[in-house]
């Protein structure tokens, strides 16, 4: 299974991104996927998951401001992020977990950079 991330960068406060993950060697259609962040010197968290029926869920400070999205047909997972805060910056991860009672255990990305600051 090889998942890729991409689409990070260096935003102003209040600006947005998008990100993107892409998934190989797995059925797509099939899994949950999952986003997660870790900034320096922090553990990694989780931000947003969706399952394979489309169904999200997110961590408090994604609420309202962060919309995650799949494309199966395209096997991508998208992370729509807005009004972006310097405490957002991390890398970030998007995962497929071995199942969904065991999120943080199975495919990972190799991460993306996203940097908030003025």
């Known amino acids: 299974v090889q998942l890729q991330a991409f689409g990070g960068g260096w935003v102003h406060p209040g600006g947005s991104l998008r990100l993107s993950c892409s998934a190989r060697?797995?059925?797509?259609?099939?899994?949950?996927v999952g986003w997660y962040r870790q900034a320096p010197e922090k553990q990694r968290e989780l931000v947003a998951t969706i399952t394979s029926g489309g169904s999200t869920n997110y961590t408090d400070f994604a609420k309202g401001r962060f919309t995650v999205s799949r494309d199966n047909i395209r096997r991508t997972v998208s992370l729509v992020m807005n009004n972006l805060k310097p405490e957002d910056t991390a890398v970030y991860y998007c995962h497929i977990p071995t199942s969904i009672s065991n999120w943080g255990s199975g495919y990972w990305g190799q991460g993306t950079q996203v940097t908030v600051s003025s």
């Open positions: 060697g797995i059925i797509f259609g099939r899994v949950s």
